[in-house]
C-alpha cells in the first residue's frame, strides 16, 4: 500500500542551525502538507502546496520557513534558523484532492530537537 | 482562541461500555475529519462528514455531523481495549485543516 515517507526521523540541531526536512508524498497525489506537534500539544496546520507553489500557510509559517518540491517527488520543509520553540514532531501529508473532501495520508513524522 | 474544542479531553472506560466524544466550534466547517493518533505516529483518517446532519458508521464507531456543520461526535458502542488511542476531530476551513487537541481515551479491560 503507498504511503508517505520521512526522513529523518529524528534530528537534532543547534540552535541557529539550518535544517531540512524531507517527504516523499504518494506519487499521484497532488496537494502537499506540512504540520506540527509540539509535545503534548495539538497538531498545527502550517502549509499547504499545490502546483508547485503555497496556496496556504499559517501565522506560524514565517520567512523562517520554506518549502520546495524540488525534483516533482521529494517535498521539503527548511526552517533556516531554528529557535528553541520549534523543537516538534513534524509530519507531511499529501492527498489527492483537497485535504477537506479527500483523504490526506500523513507520514511517520520527523522529530526536530532544537538544543 | 481555539477553533475546535474536544470534550473531554481523557476517558478512561471499561471495556464493553458505550461513550461519546465531542468536537465542538463557533465556527462553520466545510467538513469535518476525525483522525486516530498512536504516540510516535502520524494521524490516520477515520471519517470525513461533509453534510450537516450526515451520520457515518465505521463498524461500532458512528460518526455525526451537527446540522449547522459546527460540531461533530464520535460514538463508540461496546469498546475494546482497541479503541485506545488519541481521537482527533478536524474541520476544513479556507482549505486549512484545523486541529482540535483530541480526546485521549484509554478501554480498560
Known amino acids: 500500500e503507498p504511503e508517505v515517507t520521512q526522513t529523518p526521523s529524528h534530528q537534532v540541531t543547534q540552535m541557529g542551525q539550518e535544517v531540512i526536512l524531507r517527504c516523499v508524498p504518494i506519487?499521484?497525489?497532488?496537494?502537499f502538507y506540512w504540520y506540527r506537534q509540539i509535545l503534548g500539544q495539538k497538531v498545527e496546520f502550517l502549509v499547504s502546496?499545490?502546483?508547485?507553489?503555497?496556496?496556504?500557510k499559517s501565522e506560524i509559517f514565517d520567512d523562517q520557513f520554506s518549502v520546495e518540491r524540488p525534483d516533482g517527488s521529494n517535498f521539503t520543509l527548511k526552517i533556516r534558523s531554528t529557535k528553541l520553540e520549534d523543537s516538534a514532531m513534524y509530519f507531511c501529508?499529501?492527498?489527492?484532492?483537497?485535504?477537506?473532501?479527500?483523504?490526506?495520508?500523513f507520514g511517520p513524522g520527523t522529530r526536530l530537537t532544537v538544543l | 482562541t481555539q477553533l475546535l474544542e474536544q470534550s473531554p479531553q481523557f476517558l478512561s472506560i471499561q471495556e464493553g461500555e458505550n461513550l461519546t466524544v465531542y468536537c465542538n466550534s463557533s465556527?462553520?466547517?466545510?467538513?469535518l475529519q476525525w483522525y486516530r493518533q498512536e504516540p510516535g505516529e502520524g494521524p490516520v483518517l477515520l471519517v470525513t462528514?461533509?453534510?450537516?446532519?450526515e451520520v457515518k458508521k465505521l463498524k461500532r464507531l458512528t460518526f455525526q455531523f451537527g446540522d449547522a456543520r459546527k460540531d461533530s461526535s464520535l460514538h463508540i458502542t461496546a469498546a475494546q481495549p482497541g479503541d485506545t488511542g488519541l481521537y482527533l476531530c478536524?474541520?476544513?476551513?479556507?482549505?486549512?485543516?484545523?486541529f482540535g487537541k483530541g480526546t485521549r481515551l484509554h478501554i480498560l479491560p
Open positions: 501529508a499529501s492527498c489527492f484532492g483537497l485535504a477537506g473532501i479527500d483523504e490526506q495520508f
Open positions: 506519487s499521484n497525489h497532488l496537494y
Open positions: 502546496f499545490y502546483n508547485n507553489e503555497i496556496s496556504e
Open positions: 465556527s462553520v466547517f466545510s467538513s
Open positions: 462528514v461533509v453534510t450537516g446532519g
Open positions: 478536524a474541520g476544513d476551513r479556507d482549505d486549512k485543516i484545523i
